[in-house]
């Protein structure tokens, strides 16, 4: 049987209970226990698949398809655990279930309400994941902050399962600010003795807490908020900022926090050091031999989480290539409304184009590819960063003048990108593009396949619009390869242009499969070409 950890957030929102989700997950996988995680958000919305990028950040697509929070990114980078549909659990999808089972009449005649129904359906859910997957050790993160309203009902499961479990079975971390005031020269533990506060007044005992703060703490410091907040003082654990994302592990492990867990989990498992993590992923990230910049044109440019699995898709290729990767995130607007992309652009050793939904800056992006194709930069496009470069290389190699995506243009006069049959009729928008895991097979005299080092790949996605065949063989006899494809739907799936040294786009999202420790093939080869280009 599972055992429980849930985490929870006091204070403010932003203190990197994911990562401190994932961090944990990856020290127990180190010891040798098989973990999952499960992230529970208490917004309305089904998925978050239909969320402005302002309101969420970036959707994290898993294998099976699901439009998740990007908290189930960071665990399936640093651990081995595989997220899925299930993974992730929102007020919405609960409310829906239960309703379901009203009208169906599951519920017998009774008074249906938040509680039993709603923590029951929350509980069960819980169950069945830590079930299916048969792991030792379920992590569940609350998402929101204590003393929120709309999370209640899932503090008030999570009391529920704890007592139900008993001890050694459940356990409790609390992830709490602890502001340091310059002026007083001191770290202020009240805020933490709040919200403590506010998780006992609804029967939640921290057993461990992890204290977020800009300067370490001292011994003094940990003893007070132990003997505040009632916990040991050994579980007060300093969660101070680090440089690299990757490092809180080694920096939670150093506080023998994994021992501390399987303590209070009654588990037993060997000791392990974070061997290839520490020696590898940290050692470069801390002194990498070379510097590579990489301009990043977007649409949700000022938003540090609208392209998380990007963004940390370059540093993985930057460590492969024992390369700090320095990120020059450009809005492509702002190139859509002045046009002077050598502005922005010049002096990039690589330039990538992400995914994206809306009219809103794709000028831009289609005067970047341009850019990067003309002056021969390494240029990596992402599915809609694979739609725009075909925009590109229809208007600008083949003459095909306002070529465009239906998607911007339904008059278009070359729609080179368009909705194909099954999407035309959709009405609603949730969960209806194509969404995860499709195999894509590659042709063997191309970059890709260099990458990849085989033929047959599969990969994610998360589009409606597709690359349209109809002006297939005209764009390939102006010099476009056709790297992949869809073999049971002919789907072009990768573009590449032989005629340029690296210029790779591809209709799927790579960075949702890459690791620091195993960068993506495709971000590794464009870090490679990009270092190259950089130093030529
Ligand atoms: N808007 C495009 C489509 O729906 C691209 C989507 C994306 O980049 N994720 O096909």
Redesign the pocket.
């Known amino acids: 049987m599972s055992k429980f950890i849930f985490i929870t957030g006091g204070v403010v929102s932003s203190l990197g209970k994911g990562i401190a989700a994932a961090s944990i997950g990856k020290l127990l996988e180190a010891r040798g226990l098989k973990t999952t995680i499960i992230k529970c958000d208490p917004y309305l919305n089904v998925d978050p698949g239909t969320m402005n990028p302002y309101q969420h950040g970036e959707v994290y697509v898993t294998e099976d398809g699901a439009e998740t929070d990007l908290d189930l990114g960071h665990y399936e980078r640093f651990t081995n655990a595989q997220v899925s549909k299930d993974s992730n659990i929102t007020t919405g999808k609960i409310y829906y279930s239960v309703i379901l089972k009203e009208r169906r009449g599951d519920y017998l005649g009774k008074t249906v309400q938040i509680i039993p129904h709603i923590t029951d359906e929350i509980k069960n859910s819980l169950k069945k994941v830590a079930h299916d997957r048969n792991v030792d050790v379920t992590i569940v993160e609350i998402g929101g902050t204590v003393g929120d309203i709309e999370s209640l009902p899932f503090l008030e499961a999570i009391r529920q399962m704890r007592w139900e479990l008993g001890e050694g079975y459940a356990l409790n971390i609390h992830v709490t600010l602890l502001p340091y005031i310059k002026s007083a020269g001191e770290h202020k533990t009240k805020p933490t003795q709040h919200s403590v506060g506010r998780l006992r007044e609804i029967g939640i005992l921290p057993d461990i807490l992890l204290c977020r703060t800009e300067r370490h703490m001292d011994k003094e410091q940990k003893d007070k908020i132990a003997l505040f907040c009632n916990v040991d003082k050994e579980s007060v654990i300093d969660a101070c900022d680090v440089k690299h994302i990757y490092e809180v592990p080694l920096v939670f492990q150093k506080q023998g926090l994994d021992d501390l867990i399987l303590k209070k989990l009654k588990l037993k498992a060997d000791s392990k050091d974070l061997g290839e993590w520490k020696d590898f992923v940290i050692q470069r990230l801390k002194n990498p031999k070379r510097e590579v910049k990489i301009s990043v044109v977007g649409k949700y440019i000022s938003l540090p989480d609208a392209y998380k699995s990007i963004y940390e898709a370059l540093v993985h290729g930057g460590i492969a290539n024992d390369a700090r990767v320095i990120i020059n995130k450009i809005d492509s607007e702002d190139i859509s409304k002045n046009g002077k992309v050598d502005k922005y652009l010049g002096g990039s050793y690589g330039v990538l184009i992400?995914?994206?939904?809306?009219t809103r800056g794709i000028e831009g992006k289609i005067l970047a590819v341009q850019f990067a194709r003309e002056r021969k930069i390494p240029f990596f496009g992402?599915?809609?960063?694979m739609?725009v470069a075909t925009i590109e290389f229809a208007r600008n190699i083949c003459g095909f003048k306002d070529a465009n995506?239906t998607?911007f243009d339904t008059d278009t006069p070359y729609p080179v990108?368009s909705l194909l049959e099954e999407q035309k009729n959709i009405k609603n928008m949730g969960a209806t593009?194509r969404l995860g895991s499709y195999a894509c097979k590659l042709t063997k005299d191309s970059l890709s396949y260099k990458a990849y080092k085989k033929e047959n790949i599969q990969e994610r996605h998360?589009?409606?619009?597709?690359f349209n065949n109809k002006y297939r063989v005209q764009l390939e006899k102006k010099g476009l390869l056709i790297a992949g494809t869809n073999p049971e739907a002919h789907l072009v799936e990768i573009i590449e242009y032989p005629e340029h040294p690296w210029f790779v786009a591809c209709q799927f999202?790579p960075e949702f499969r890459s690791k620091p420790e195993r960068a993506h093939p495709l971000f590794r080869n464009f870090i490679t070409a990009a270092a190259e280009y950089g130093s030529s």
């Not at 992402?382 to 960063?385: D, K, R, S, V, Y």
């Not at 998360?462 to 597709?466: A, F, P, V």
Request: with cysteine; net charge neutral.
């Open positions: 992400p995914g994206g939904f809306g992402i599915c809609l960063g739609q995506s998607e990108i593009m998360r589009h409606r619009y597709e999202h």
